[in-house]
Nanobody, 124 residues
């Protein structure tokens, strides 16, 4: 099992910054990549940013140039960070950390773990 603990959400004015953290512990060998998803009220959950084991990153178009995902690793813990700059009201959502393995079975990741979610609210 992999445990994910998130922190760093909150309320910020438009144009401000926040940094989210996600600490992963447990069976770290299962993790191929970590990422952040978000879900706004009435909308589907969407991928915001993802970082792979080799260091490559992916971002949804609306956050490119504003958000940066990084990861630190030690033997006991992986911590993924999402630095969010120049925040906009449309970034308001619950942000979820995700850790996922590489193996897929019948189209479903064999190992797929989620954090509890942290609220980010950007006021105009």
């Amino acid at each position: 099992q992999v445990q994910l603990v998130e922190s760093g959400g909150g309320l910020v004015q438009a144009g401000g910054s926040l940094r989210l953290s996600c600490a992963a512990s447990g069976s770290l060998f299962k993790i191929d990549h970590m990422g952040w998803y978000r879900q706004a009220p009435g909308k589907q959950r969407e991928l915001v940013a993802r970082i792979h084991k080799g260091g490559s990153t992916n971002y949804v178009g609306s956050v490119k140039g504003r958000f940066t995902i990084t990861i630190s690793r030690d033997t006991a813990k992986y911590t993924a960070f999402l630095q969010m700059n120049r925040l906009k009201p449309e970034d308001t959502a619950v942000y979820y950390c995700n850790a996922r393995g590489e193996e897929v079975v019948s189209g479903i990741p064999r190992w797929d773990y989620w954090g509890q979610g942290t609220q980010v609210t950007v006021s105009s």
